[in-house]
């Protein structure tokens, strides 16, 4: 990006047709760039003021509609005072007045009736007695613990929680809009308190309506939409806010409203508008402060739409205004090039013949088609006589660079096939001292390990013997150390195990190095079938692909040894559960002849770290507790003694790969001496 910009700094400062178009372009882009910048200003206050204004109306439009709602509700208890039956039962069976009052909550769309005698006006706040035997009803929001709602009707305490999202919890207290009003008897004494009211946790139907009267059809850019949430301190306990705004799905309740929020109303008790993160997304809010009967807050009335689409129309705006202005430069630009018309082409010329030049052409400016007197057409012309007197000196140290370039390939040629075949000899001879020394340590890592595997043996017999001889001389008392000596046996068995690998490793002990032509798969599906038993409870699944054709020389039993190693390593390293995929293919050159087969085995476990990787065919290394870190080395041992290799590829965290590469025909020691011999 530096480059491209110092690019273009530097054609402005050196061609006279950019300058020129940048000077006359400058004061219509500065004017341009000024228009758009008051432009986006002005849109962006005006659009933010009108939205703000918005959201000022849409809350007092729901301040007044949960006024007229609790109007509404007052007179539906009035309505059922002045019903005939509440008179009649009232003047004639009072006992059956307190139980008919109670059933009559749905008929009148209320969720509690309760009609309290005069005697329990103790039970209420101060400020509400006061009002009561003054005889004035009363409509207030009330928060109310589960005992209280309990009081007014068995449903409600259930109906109220609302469980906290994202927090566990479950909120128990319920948001109700509470009327009480006094009843009097003819001598003008209160007789009864009518008690009725709403439930406001989880009143989807109340937001509704409440957003039906807010935001009418068509009253919100496309794509918005309106919301009303009621709060309980700061518990959205009824809202049509949704859960996931893109898709429209579910309901917010039991969310939290923002800190920033929170503390402009609940704590300072103000009315709040501006842009808040509700929930999941950006909207224009407006929220007011709940009060009780006591003046205290209680809860938030909250208004407002989505902020995207609003953003989105501004951004459109913007973007029309942007391809305007864009176009207006584009024509202007186009204006003032054809009108320095003129003035371009002699300038075009001669930079063509400049870059020409440059890149080895030869060609002239020649005529400009100018008045004789110009300055460009007396510059062509001594440019002109400047390329002839460059050429010449070009073709004079051509000939010269001919000749030397000649003379120095001639020295050179010898130089380089000596050097081709001095570099190939030191290859082979870094290979074959690298195989020498490899072979050297082998044998006398080999010796070393059967000497020390026979000298353990006869130690290990001994304490074999004198154990079982224990067992039977102590018969039944023996079964007091019954658990010590099964650990002694465990642990002669690991000994035997460990010697017996010596053995194998160094060629001492085992099967029979007996090499004879076999198909490579069936070996395969028999090491798969001792391996199964293994893994029928582990969740271990293998994926077996057999597709090699070519026979090999191979001892079979040591083969298999090697397999049912290696395919018992992979589902070590996957700790119990995943998949091993096993291979066979032919082994083929680099110009598709057979040289063997190849056999892949490949887990998903841990894999092998960098550090590790080249120590893994090292006798004792192991990084299992269990292991005697001699089943890599003994199976390489076996395969490298008929000419084969293991190979392997890892990645830590994905797995690792064991290729076994057999040849078609073994190289035993015999053939390899032989071989040595010739």
């Known amino acids: 990006m530096k480059t491209f910009l110092a690019m273009w700094i530097r054609r402005f400062r050196t061609m006279v047709r950019y300058r020129l178009l940048l000077l006359t372009s400058t004061p219509i882009f500065i004017t341009l760039l000024v228009l758009i910048a008051l432009t986006m200003y002005w849109t962006f206050m005006y659009t933010w003021q009108n939205a703000l204004k918005n959201v000022r109306a849409d809350l007092a439009v729901s301040h ?317 012309r001594q440019f002109d006589s400047m390329l002839d007197l460059l050429q010449l000196r070009n073709e004079e140290i051509k000939q010269a660079s001919l000749e030397l370039e000649d003379k120095v390939k001639e020295r050179t040629q010898s130089l380089h096939e000596k050097t081709e075949e001095l570099e190939q000899h030191i290859k082979l001879l870094n290979q074959a001292r690298s195989k020498l020394v490899t072979s050297e340590k082998l044998a006398a890592l080999g010796e070393l390990t059967a000497g020390i595997a026979h000298e353990i043996n006869n130690p290990t017999a001994v304490i074999l013997g004198n154990v079982e001889l224990l067992q039977f001389e102590l018969e039944d008392d023996a079964e007091r150390v019954k658990e010590e000596l099964e650990a002694i046996h465990q642990q002669i068995d690991r000994i035997r195990n460990i010697t017996r690998s010596l053995l194998q490793y160094s060629r001492q002990g085992g099967v029979q190095d007996e090499v004879t032509w076999q198909h490579l798969n069936p070996i395969v599906e028999e090491s798969l079938t001792l391996v199964r038993p293994g893994i029928k409870k582990k969740a271990i699944e293998i994926e077996v692909s057999l597709n090699a054709r070519c026979c090999v020389e191979v001892n079979r039993h040591q083969l298999l040894q090697v397999l049912v190693n290696l395919q018992m390593n992979g589902v070590h390293a996957m700790d119990g559960q995943g998949l091993l995929e096993v291979k066979s293919e032919d082994w083929l050159g680099e110009q598709g002849e057979p040289i063997g087969a190849v056999v892949h085995i490949k887990d998903h476990g841990c894999g092998i770290s960098k550090e590790n990787i080249d120590r893994i065919f090292d006798p004792f290394y192991t990084t299992r507790r269990s292991g005697t870190g001699l089943g890599l080395s003994v199976s390489q041992s076996i395969i490298s003694q008929i000419g084969g290799e293991i190979c392997v590829e890892s990645e830590p965290g994905e797995g690792a790969t064991f290729s076994v590469y057999l040849p078609e025909k073994a190289i035993t020691d015999d053939k390899l001496e032989l071989a040595v011999e010739l």
């Open 64 to 380: 007044h509609s949960m006024v007229l709602l609790q109007k509404q509700q007052r007179m539906r208890l009035t309505s059922l005072t002045e019903s005939y039956d509440f008179q009649y039962l009232m003047r004639n069976d009072e006992a059956a007045l307190i139980d008919w009052v109670s059933r009559q909550a749905r008929r009148y769309d209320l969720d509690f009736v309760v009609l309290h005698p005069a005697s329990a006006l103790g039970e209420f706040p101060k400020s509400n007695r006061h009002l009561l035997l003054q005889g004035e009803e009363q409509t207030f929001f009330q928060r109310l613990s589960t005992p209280e709602l309990e009081d007014l009707h068995a449903d409600l305490p259930a109906r109220a929680q609302i469980p906290l999202l994202q927090e566990g919890a479950i909120e128990t207290k319920g948001l109700v809009s509470r009327s009480l009003i006094p009843i009097f008897n003819e001598d003008n004494n209160l007789q009864w308190i009518i008690d009725g009211g709403m439930l406001l946790n989880n009143s989807t139907s109340l937001v509704d309506r409440i957003r039906d009267l807010v935001y009418a059809a068509d009253t919100l850019p496309e794509g918005s939409i309106g919301t009303v949430t009621l709060f309980m301190d700061d518990v959205r306990v009824s809202t049509n806010v949704p859960l996931d705004s893109e898709k429209l799905n579910g309901r917010a309740i039991g969310t939290r409203v923002s800190e920033e929020v929170r503390q402009a109303v609940l704590d300072k008790g103000e009315t709040w508008f501006g842009r808040a993160f509700v929930y999941d997304a950006w909207y224009v809010s407006g929220y007011e402060p709940l009060k009780d009967h006591n003046d205290d807050i209680i809860g938030m009335l909250y208004t407002g739409y989505l902020e995207w689409p609003l953003i989105r129309i501004y951004l459109t705006n913007l973007v029309e205004l942007g391809f305007g202005i864009v176009f207006v430069l584009l024509v202007s630009g186009i204006v003032v090039y054809r009108g320095a018309r003129d003035l371009f082409l002699p300038i075009e010329k001669i930079h063509h013949v400049v870059k020409s030049v440059q890149v080895g052409k030869d060609c002239r400016i020649g005529e400009l088609d100018l008045v004789e007197d110009h300055e460009l057409e007396i510059l062509g």
